[in-house]
């Protein structure tokens, strides 16, 4: 599983950047793992490309990153 300094690291890192991708080397199921990191992290899982997750959430006061509204 994710160490909770990992969960915590990345938590930081979706505050500062919004977007960011995250190298998974070790777990067999690379999806279960990136699931477990964007429920411990509160961010959207964007997707799994290889051995790289890609998540995503808003920063809660300055939102840098403008999604396309969908209709």
Do not use: M
């Not at 915590?8 to 950047?17: G, I, K, Q």
């Not at 509160?42 to 290889?50: D, F, I, K, M, T």
Request: hydrophobic letters at 40%.
């Amino acid at each position: 599983g994710l160490s909770d300094a990992v969960v915590r690291a990345v938590d930081a890192a979706l505050t500062t950047h919004e977007l960011i991708k995250v190298r998974l080397r070790s777990p067999q199921d690379k999806h279960a793992a990136a699931e477990q990191l964007a429920e411990g992290t509160r961010a959207a899982l964007c997707g799994v490309v290889g051995h790289t997750v890609i998540l995503y959430r808003p920063n809660p006061e300055e939102p840098r990153i403008e999604l396309p509204r969908r209709g």
